[in-house]
């Protein structure tokens, strides 16, 4: 019997599902749309399940534009931008699809169809039953004896079409579907076809005489005669469209059919994405399949409360009147701690609505405030609440409180007093682990089961709105938010105090917490203008690089494409014999093309350029096209989040979008910032940055008094680490050996062995392995530091940072990779983890003062060594001077610690 392959059009799916459910999206407790992670787990079940298949993959689109944009610059132009809803769903339905163990394709210059088409043939050539599961008609044309469409266009089934289904739907063929789609065109990709051509048109015109070919060889048989003008006029056009529509099926792919086989699950992982979703009914589905070996999460100690084993009787009530309102803030302001949770409209925290809040006082008691059914209005609760809320003498807290602080700072409540954050608490206990949501941590910690959203308002058709429920039971899931983020806050404070982080949690990661919470609110504004202007410049810049590298080959050819381009390197080309290269790098597909490879044939012109032209296009989609539609409609500014739980080291992380990825490294690059402007009228941007901060932590970490010497003495540190390695004197430090220090000097912070420094600066080995030998005779105390750290990580299981935060390692695994990932874990830990712990007491420091002084200075953006302000033009210079003081003084070390510091009207001129 065939094996069977089903391949899956995962956005397809994705906006299918993200739509299914009309205006009563799937929710979970903090209203984030989960329609769309929903639909497409269960259509994986569905297919898992009915059709048993033997070798599956999702592929997916990336962002990156394909040939067919350089071939049609309107294609899909006229798409809508896709829903901020359902484009948070993404990486979490990656997530989902990996935590099934189903292979997660897609590649940059390739749509799905492209990926699909290859890999369709490719497994039918193997003799598999090949299932292309999508409802995009495109597809049609790569139906053939054991290919067939798994049609997602059907409610109530799933229709298998196969290679009669354009006969059945048009009258022709299958070797015809790109003629007719060439011909009437595509609406949903902006494919225009010819005008004046409809789909009854095309099939009668195909159904006539044939393909396009056969068409416009006949074109004088054509009738009426307003057709035959129609396509003698849109000739052209009617051949761009037809290669537009035509699916890729040799593409060059780094994997294969045979390496689609289905695979376990891996079920602890997908247990955890499904909890946090609170799909409780696919959790049923993995359920069964757990083994005996398996533990989703860490068993509860006997002594821990459990639904299961030591169940408690819960009070949880709902606030309706005023004076139950009065005797909750009664309670509350006695409370010697208490934990709040907000209920709201959507997941933005800057636009989000309050719908309730809810208290928890003790462990297992709790309480809920619905404003839709209280008989009181808000503006009255908020009169009552208000004083405790923003009162520093009342401790509270709760599970990601900077996303509740944002809400009910958009109803005119500044929350103070936050003594604990568990999302945080479990991070500083846990930094290597990923899941510090609260349905994880209260599994793990207090082994219970939150009340799942389904059992509230059901499923598919009969599913109901959160406003139909029983108000008794929308009471009973709101308040089990604030129970058991109390309880947790219990449990995870023992915790952080036998582990002795205390100080990292009170002085610097909540304080840091309000801190970054007002930095969001800030925002940055960005100059759209410029943007476009630099879109416009740089794709000029593409053209021409784009015709520079088509003369060097002497042939126009698809640049983004290396099934072209090997051959056009390597075969006509052949760089690699310019390049001195003796093996040339081929994958099953064809010649190797990405970019590590490109990497050693840059002595050669026309690599140079091509890498040029990547990076140009890259700029273009990722960032310059791209940052315009993260612009926030309420307030005109880009609000990014940032996170305090993602980074092992300790560094903080930025998304939606990541600023923190914007490159400066090229000059277009550092373009882009100049977008980053003041947002006010005579302000401009101030930006600060540590110099060489990770080297001088290994100052003082190390104690190396060469090392110290150097830094004290001001002087360039990688020109004095050039003479004292090379031993010759600072004036005769050449800019090629003082490159080469400077490698090292930062290199050795992660790790960098031989192989690298020789690739990087292209020496031998030899010489690599005799350079770093000179560095750690020269700097001893270096290389006796490091074997200190990893003596102390062998021993303890834990490296720490300055102030103390810690972060598990382990170098006791037989395996010689895992153990030398520990290593270089290990040594960078302490560097990047405490600097990433200094410039978080700069800010608070700062923070503080901006709040406490004379100040309409705002505090915009960190990234990693760097912060960024606006301020008025006349106020800059004092805020330069303030901001350098307290980032200087943020940490005393042995040496001095320098800030590069710049004022501009934009980020880039600043910085």
Partial sequence: MAKKTFLLDGSAIAYRNHFAFGASPLTNKKGMDTSACFGFANTLFRILEQEKPDYIAVVFDTPEPTFRHKMFSEYKATRETMPDELRVQLPIIREMVEAMNIPFIKKDGLEADDIIGTLAYQAQALGHQVYMVTGDKDFMQLLKPNIFMYSLQKK???????????????????????????????????????????????????????GLDEIYHHIGDVK?????????????????????????????????????????????????IFKELEFHSLLKKIQPKISATEVP????????????????????????????????AQELSQAPVFAVDTETTGLDPITSKIIGISFATLPHTASYISFAHAEFSPSQAWQILKPILESPDHPKGGQNIKYDRHILCNEGIHLQGIVFDTMIASYLIDPNNRQHGIDAIAQQYLGIEKISTESLIGKGAKQISMTEVDIEKITQ????????????????????????????????????????????????????????????????QVDQLEKKIHNMAGKDFNIKSPKQLGPILFEELKIQETCNVKKVKKTKTGYATDYETMQKYTDHPIVVDILAYRNL????????????????????????????????????????????????????????????????????????????????????????PTLIEMFQSGQDVHTQTASKIFDIALDQVSSQQRARAKTINFGIIYGMGPQRLARENKISLDEAKQFIENYFATFSHVQDFFTDVLEKAKAQGYVTTLTGRQRPVDLKSKNPMVKAFAERIAINTPLQGSAADLI?????????????????????????????????????????????????????????LIIDAGIGDNWSSAH
């Fill in 156 to 210: 109530s089934k799933l229709d298998v079409l196969d290679a009669s289904a354009p006969e059945q739907k048009w009258g022709i063929p299958v070797q015809h579907v790109t003629d007719m789609l060439a011909l009437m065109g595509d609406a949903s990709d902006n494919v225009p076809g010819v005008p004046g051509i409809g789909e009854k048109t095309a099939a009668k015109l195909i159904q006539t005489f044939g």
């Fill in 224 to 272: 009426p005669q307003r057709i035959q003008d129609k396509l003698l006029e849109h000739k052209e056009l009617a051949y761009l469209c037809k290669d537009l529509v035509t699916i890729v099926t040799e593409a060059e792919l780094a994997i294969t059919p045979d390496e689609l086989t289905i695979q376990p699950m891996e079920t602890t992982e997908l247990k955890r």
């Fill in 297 to 328: 999460y860490p068993t509860p100690k006997k002594n821990t409360p459990s639904v299961s084993s030591t169940p408690h009787a819960k009070t949880y009530q709902l606030i309706t009147t005023e004076k139950q309102l009065i005797e909750l």
């Fill in 477 to 540: 899931y709101a308040c089990e938010d604030a129970d058991i983020a109390l309880q947790l806050h219990f449990k995870l404070q023992e915790k952080i105090e036998s582990m002795d982080l205390v100080s990292v949690y009170k002085n610097i990661e909540l304080p840091l917490l309000e801190v970054l919470g007002d930095v969001e609110r800030n925002g940055i504004k960005i100059d759209k203008d410029h943007l476009a202007q630099q879109s416009k410049t740089l794709q000029k």
């Fill in 617 to 704: 296009t890259k700029l273009i989609s990722t960032y310059i096209d791209a940052l315009p539609t993260l612009i926030n409609a309420k307030t005109g500014h880009i609000h990014t989040s940032f996170n305090q739980t993602v980074a092992a080291t300790g560094r903080l992380s930025s998304s939606d979008p990541n600023l923190q990825n914007i490159p400066i490294r090229s000059e277009e690059g550092r373009r882009i910032r100049e977008a980053f402007v003041a947002s006010e009228k005579n302000w401009q941007i101030l930006s600060a940055d540590y110099s060489q901060i990770e080297l001088r932590l290994l100052a003082h970490l190390s104690g190396d």
């Fill in 840 to 896: 978080k007491l700069a800010m608070i420091d700062i923070h503080q003062e901006l709040q406490t002084g004379n100040w309409q200075a705002r505090m915009l953006i960190q990234v990693h060594d760097e912060l960024v302000f606006e301020a008025p033009t006349n106020e800059c210079k004092k805020l330069e001077d303030m901001v350098k003081t307290k980032m200087a003084n943020a940490m005393q070390l042995r040496v001095p």
